[in-house]
Every structure is written in C-alpha cells, then in structure tokens.
C-alpha cells in the first residue's frame, strides 16, 4: 500500500464508516428520546415498556420495521416509488464525509476547503426524493406533500443560505475547520450574529419539516404527507434520511456559530492547537465537546416540537419571504457596514457587544419577577 | 369581572417573547412528576362508591325478588320455592332461593338492584373496589349464587384453559391476586 492510497482512500474510508456508524446509533437513538421527552414535557411516561426505562425501543423499533409487510400500491409509479426513499438518503449520508468532527488531521474525513458550500449544494437535493415518493404513490394526500415540501424546502433554502454569509464576511473562509478555528480565536459566532444563528435555526427546522414546519406531513390535514402509501423499510429510510438531515443541520449550526470542536475565547482555553498538543485523547475530548454541542441542538429540536403548533401554509410563505429574508438581508448589510466601518476587529467586538445585550435583555425579560394580573370589579 | 392584563411593549415582541415564555413553560413541564399510574405494576383505588363486581350475601337475602324487579334490563334470574321449616319452635313456611344468576356481561352498574334490596345491611352489592372483569370467554361473565359470594377480593381470572394449562397465565394471575388493594 502507497502512502498516497493510505492518505487518500484507507483512512477517509475508515473515518467516515466510524462517524456513520456513530451517526447511525444517534438517529436511532433520537426515536426513543423524542418519543420519551415528547412524553414528560406532554405530562405523560412516553415509551417505558421495553427494557430499562424503554431503552431497548432503539433495537425494538428497527426490528419492528424491517418484519412489516412492503406494500408498493397497485397503481403507483414503479421505478419513481423505488427511487423516493433512497434519494434522501443518499445527501444525508454523504454529507457526514464532509463535516468536521474534532481537530484536524484526525477527525477531519476529507478537508475541502469549501466544504459548506458542498454541504449546502448536497443537503438541499433531499427535497427531489420527497416529491418523487409523494408523486409516485399515486395519492392525492402524498401528491400535496410533496408539493408543499417542494415550495417550503426552496423558500427557505434562501434564508438558510442568506443567514451563513454574514459568519463568512466575518470569518472569511467557505473552510469549517477554518471557521471553527477563527471562533476559537475571536468569540462564539453566535453573539456577533445573533440574528443570522436565529435565522438559521428556524430555517433548518423549516429544511427538515419539523414542528412548528411538519406542513408537508401533517397528519391532521394530509393523513401523513407524502410518506403516506410508504411502510416497513421504506418508510424508514425516510425517517433516516429526516433525523441524518437534523443531525448534519445541527453539526453546521455547531461549527458556524457555536465553536465547534473547541471550548474557548479570543485564544483562551481548548483551542485546535491546545487539542492538538495533547494527541489522541485531546482529539477524542474535542469530538466529544461536538458531539455534545450537536445533541443538545438535537434536544432543542424537541423541546420546539412540543411547544410550537403548527403554521398555516400562507403564514409559513410570509415567515419566510416577508420576515426571515429581509431579516438575513438587513443581517448582511450592518454587519458589512460595521466591518467596514471599524477595521481591526473593532466591529467584531462592536456586533459581540450588541449579541450579548440582546440576549441578556431577553433573558431579563424572561425571568423578570411578573407584574401582577390587575382584577377589579366593572 | 374585569381582567386587566399587562399590555405587550414592542421589546417584547421584537424579541418573541411570547415564544420563550412557552418553550419556559414546556421546560418546566418536563421536570413536574407525572400522574400517569402503569397499570399492571401500580393499581389506583377506587373511590368507595365505585361500582365493581357484585358481591352477593345468601345469609342475608330474604328472596323477595325485588332487586330483580328493580332491575331495568331484567339480567337478575332468580328462582324460588316455599318450605315449611321449624324456627323457635315453630313452623313456618319460609322462601328458600334455588338460584340467583346475574349475567354481569349486560349490566350496566346501575346498582338499582342494590337500593332495591329491603334486608340490612344489604344481600347484595356493588361498592367491592374491583375493576378488572375482563375474561377470555363471554360466558365466563354469566355469574350464579355460589360464583357471586365465594370469590375473594377479586373476580377469578378467566384464562384459556389451554393458556393456563400450558403455564402461561400463572404470572398474570399472582399479579391481579397479589396486587395492591
């Protein structure tokens, strides 16, 4: 074996199936959390039957899928019907090849250095298996699924896309290491950016239809959108393609604006340098900072789930068009206009300044001592 | 009543408070205990006057038939012939029962049948705190004289008979018998 093999093919190889594999335990894994805090925060148990607490629901649920019965509707579109869940499938994992997991080398699968914009390029092809399958079951439910899916997946790709490049004006580079690397340096890019991280936040939960965005597949109007005529292993690949997608969208929003791999400020604390120094076991510590930062992004997209009711349709299109995209705009424009403004890293901190008085305003809003509800006769 | 409630300044809604106030809320819900009772492992109590399985007391019933009468779908069989028997050293002739069916798989625990019942305390009644009466065979759910007062705190529990031969069933079964009251 050539060293250039080794570097090239062998090792990326060997990365990726160890992060799939990892990737794989944490979807299934998120069925049973969601359904179990689901559960707790809707005043129920939420599945405890199997095992401790439930915990075997992670095997039961694949084996239960694999045993059901396929059933491919008599008059659906064949070939298109096929290909409906496997497309999906195919960006959400293939985009796990290009995120960075801990310090480089090691927990680096394959370094592009524009590997957002791959990542983006890739994640938004998911949408074409929604509407294959919701068009070839041959359903008017799955049909109309598929087509919200469609409208809501574009309009939102453009608030998504819009809210990076305020951290790439600041940052410079399309490189996640790069990025993570800067944040490390500097400060979290969520307080410089505090609007652009809210803006994509909500727009990944819109990407991968998820409560208060479920339109696609809400079951109250549409039986269950466009996996309705899907059962068994089908209907699973979807399921993993929806959780792959939460993961990869809560991996961006942990490199982009909260430090990735790395526990620290303007230089000061677990840096990529700091990590790299203590070999091995510094890179397994960032990995696991990451995945941490990942999981609670994960929980986040629960706690909304069981908060939020669900939009109308016209109310979902002006979030998007009327708020979320003049919203990334006007993000864009001040934090040019402060760059500019203040060279020499002034108006980072100037835009850190403003991150952290609106969140500590928020908060003080939130937790103020409430002002007593006034009742007089009348 | 006139309920005057804070008024919304624009900082509160620039910065979607309505929406943190909920996501507070469901966070705070996550921690609060639940209610919920896991049936087969925990039992909740009846109140006293839940109505459960009948009990019936052949010491007591003076077989005057009125709780049959009283019943409004008629599901109490009830059959009857006189005797002459010695009491204090007279002869009298008294009502002897032969059969006291309820065909508890129709009745709708009324319990008319209950404040029907002339005798003190009553010969027949409702407030027992059992609950589980389910069965395998709808004419297990067909109760007479001797089924109605000789169970104990509980109705049996009606296997299959191949089920319970085969073992199955015991477990199930020391649950219910073993149960908290």
């Known amino acids: 074996m050539?060293?250039?093999?080794?570097?090239?093919?062998?090792?990326?190889?060997?990365?990726?199936?160890?992060?799939?594999?990892?990737?794989?335990?944490?979807?299934?894994?998120?069925?049973?959390?969601?359904?179990?805090?689901?559960?707790?925060?809707?005043?129920?148990?939420?599945?405890n039957r199997v095992g401790y607490k439930g915990l075997l629901q992670i095997i039961a649920d694949p084996i239960k899928f694999i045993l059901k019965e396929d059933?491919?509707?008599?008059?659906?579109?064949?070939?298109?019907?096929?290909?409906?869940?496997?497309?999906?499938?195919?960006?959400?994992?293939?985009?796990?090849?290009?995120?960075?997991?801990?310090?480089?080398?090691?927990?680096?699968?394959?370094?592009?250095?524009?590997?957002?914009?791959?990542i983006l390029a890739l994640t938004s092809t998911g949408v074409y298996g929604i509407i294959l399958g919701g068009w070839a079951s041959n359903n008017k439910y799955s049909l109309m699924g598929g087509l919200r899916s469609a409208a809501q997946m574009v309009s939102y790709e453009v608030p998504f896309?819009?809210?990076?490049?305020?951290?790439?004006?600041?940052c410079g580079s399309f490189d996640l290491v790069h990025i993570v690397n800067y944040q490390a340096h500097n400060i979290w890019n969520l307080f410089p950016q505090i609007i652009a991280a809210f803006i994509f936040f909500v727009s990944m939960n819109a990407e991968n239809n998820r409560t208060p965005f479920d339109l696609p597949e809400a079951e109250s109007e549409l039986v269950a959108g466009y996996h309705t005529e899907y059962s068994a292993m089908k209907f699973a690949?979807?399921?993993?393609?929806?959780?792959?997608?939460?993961?990869?969208?809560?991996?961006?929003?942990?490199?982009?604006?909260?430090?990735?791999?790395?526990?620290?400020?303007?230089?000061?604390?677990?840096?990529?340098?700091?990590?790299?120094a203590m070999g091995i076991w510094g890179g397994i510590l960032g990995a696991v900072i990451f995945i941490a930062k990942v999981l609670f992004f994960m929980l986040v997209y629960v706690?909304?789930?069981?908060?939020?009711?669900?939009?109308?349709?016209?109310?979902?299109?002006?979030?998007?068009?009327?708020?979320?995209?003049?919203l990334a705009l006007?993000?864009?424009?001040?934090?040019?206009l402060v760059i500019l403004a203040a060279p020499q890293g002034g108006g980072e901190i100037a835009l850190s300044a403003a991150g952290v008085i609106i969140i500590a305003f928020t908060l003080y809003l939130l937790f103020r001592p409430k002002p007593k509800v006034v009742a007089h006769a009348g | 009543m006139q309920v005057e409630y804070p008024k919304a300044k624009w900082t509160d809604k620039f910065l979607l408070l309505d929406m943190f106030e909920g996501l507070k809320t469901t966070l705070r819900e996550l921690f609060k205990p639940k209610v919920t009772?896991?049936?087969?492992?925990e039992r909740l109590e009846p109140a006293n006057r839940f109505r459960g399985m009948f009990k019936f007391s052949y010491d007591r019933c003076i077989a005057c038939k009125l709780c049959a009468v009283a019943c409004p779908i008629d599901i109490i069989y009830i059959d009857v012939h006189d005797e002459q028997r010695e009491v204090d050293g007279k002869m009298k002739k008294l009502k002897v029962l032969d059969r006291y069916d309820i065909d508890v798989k129709r009745c709708m625990f009324c319990a008319l049948c209950e404040e029907a019942c002339p005798t003190k305390p009553k010969s027949i009644w409702l407030t027992t705190k059992t609950y589980e009466l389910a069965t395998y065979d709808r004419n297990d759910l067909y109760f007479n004289m001797q089924q109605l007062e000789y169970w104990d705190d509980?109705?049996?529990?009606?296997?299959?008979?191949?089920?319970?031969?085969?073992?199955?069933i015991e477990g199930g079964r020391k649950q219910i018998e073993g149960g908290t009251q």
């Open chain 1, 71 to 118: 059933i491919v509707p008599s008059s659906a579109e064949k070939v298109a019907y096929f290909l409906g869940p496997i497309l999906p499938l195919i960006p959400a994992f293939l985009v796990f090849c290009l995120i960075p997991y801990g310090p480089p080398p090691t927990f680096v699968v394959t370094h592009v250095n524009v590997g957002l914009l791959l």
């Open chain 1, 2 to 47: 050539t060293p250039a093999l080794m570097k090239y093919l062998v090792w990326p190889l060997v990365k990726f199936l160890v992060a799939f594999v990892i990737v794989q335990v944490i979807v299934a894994a998120m069925n049973w959390v969601e359904r179990r805090l689901l559960g707790l925060m809707q005043a129920r148990l939420g599945p």
């Open chain 1, 237 to 276: 690949f979807f399921m993993l393609a929806e959780y792959s997608a939460m993961l990869v969208n809560c991996c961006l929003m942990v490199s982009l604006f909260l430090g990735g791999w790395t526990l620290s400020i303007s230089g000061y604390g677990l840096t990529t340098a700091t990590l790299q």
């Open chain 1, 330 to 336: 006007a993000n864009i424009a001040v934090t040019g």
């Open chain 2, 154 to 168: 509980r109705p049996r529990f009606a296997g299959l008979p191949e089920a319970e031969s085969e073992g199955r």
């Open chain 2, 37 to 41: 009772i896991r049936y087969p492992e």
């Open chain 1, 161 to 170: 896309g819009l809210s990076i490049v305020g951290v790439l004006m600041l």
């Open chain 1, 303 to 326: 706690w909304f789930r069981a908060t939020f009711p669900r939009f109308r349709f016209d109310q979902l299109m002006e979030l998007g068009w009327k708020w979320m995209i003049p």
